[in-house]
């Protein structure tokens, strides 16, 4: 069965210009034992007729440069990745409204909160963020980022 909608995809994209949606395709080319559910809000976006693909729908968030905060960072591949987080869920108790972000880049390990438009306002939580944690205050520095911005 996943072979023939395998097949049955490899078909419909190369086929790319007709008017048959890829779930009509798939269930014509299955002869009716395979049937496809959508949502209409998909049918709707994936229309080439409507142009955008956004065709209507607010997304829950984009992305743009912006600011964040460096809590922590660390190369230590025994121990940073349980202390990041670690600080990620003692800053997650006592500010649950400001968004927290664990990554790992070979080899570091990061901690960075916020979603800042301008690096005042970076700056300004990072000072309330150093009298509520001063064992961290040492690490913290606003940083350039790419930031969640909701609409």
């Given at each position: 069965?996943?072979?023939?909608?395998?097949?049955?995809?490899?078909?419909?994209?190369?086929?790319?210009?007709?008017?048959?949606?890829?779930?009509?395709?798939?269930?014509?080319?299955s002869?009716?034992r395979?049937?496809?559910?959508?949502?209409?809000?998909?049918?709707?976006?994936l229309?080439?007729?409507?142009?955008?693909?956004?065709?209507?729908l607010?997304?829950?968030?984009?992305?743009?440069?912006?600011?964040?905060?460096?809590?922590?960072?660390?190369?230590?591949?025994?121990?940073?990745?349980?202390?990041?987080?670690?600080?990620?869920?003692?800053?997650?108790?006592?500010?649950?409204?400001l968004?927290?972000?664990?990554?790992?880049n070979?080899?570091?390990?990061?901690?960075?909160?916020g979603?800042?438009?301008?690096r005042?306002?970076?700056?300004?939580?990072?000072?309330?963020?150093?009298?509520?944690?001063?064992?961290?205050?040492?690490?913290m520095i606003?940083?350039?980022?790419?930031?969640?911005?909701?609409?």
């Open positions: 069965m996943k072979r023939l909608l395998l097949l049955s995809l490899v078909a419909f994209i190369a086929a790319a210009g007709s008017a048959q949606t890829i779930v009509e395709h798939i269930e014509s080319a002869q009716g395979v049937t496809v559910t959508q949502p209409s809000q998909l049918g709707e976006r229309d080439p007729k409507n142009g955008n693909p956004e065709n209507g607010k997304s829950a968030g984009k992305n743009r440069v912006g600011y964040r905060i460096q809590v922590y960072a660390d190369k230590n591949q025994r121990t940073a990745k349980s202390e990041a987080m670690s600080r990620e869920r003692a800053l997650q108790m006592r500010f649950p409204d968004g927290c972000y664990v990554t790992y070979a080899p570091t390990w990061r901690l960075r909160v979603d800042f438009a301008t005042e306002e970076a700056v300004e939580i990072m000072q309330q963020l150093k009298k509520e944690f001063p064992s961290y205050a040492r690490e606003v940083v350039k980022d790419r930031i969640n911005v909701t609409l």
